[in-house]
């Protein structure tokens, strides 16, 4: 089992930057590949970045040029850096870890409890 713990989020303004953090913790042994997804009101999940166990990234459309995932594996840690920052990225923000075929498609292993992000402009 993996326990995933989010921090960081909060309000900002439009173009300022946040960081979120995702501490992992339980049966880390396993190199899970890991993401960022979010879910807006009344709308849909979506998936923000993937980082996959070589630490190659994927970037989601809405994301890419602004966002960026990193993980620490030293300090079990996963991180998203948001720069430029948009009311239309308002959302809860999920931590997750899985396969890469199933982070791509929406689905993981383990999730986060999530923290909110609000942007306001």
């Known amino acids: 089992q993996v326990k995933l713990v989010e921090s960081g989020g909060g309000s900002a303004q439009a173009g300022a930057s946040l960081r979120l953090s995702c501490a992992a913790s339980g049966d880390t042994s396993t190199r899970y590949s890991m993401g960022w997804f979010r879910q807006a009101p009344a709308k849909e999940r979506e998936g923000v970045a993937l980082i996959y166990s070589d630490d190659s990234t994927h970037y989601f459309d809405s994301v890419k040029g602004r966002f960026t995932i990193s993980r620490d594996n030293a300090k079990n840690t996963l991180y998203l850096q948001m720069n430029s920052l948009e009311p239309e990225d308002t959302a809860m923000y999920y931590c997750?870890?899985?396969?890469?075929?199933?982070?791509?498609?929406?689905?993981?292993?383990?999730w986060g409890q999530g923290t909110q992000v609000t942007v306001s402009s």
């Open positions: 997750a870890a899985g396969s890469a075929v199933r982070l791509y498609r929406g689905k993981a292993n383990y």
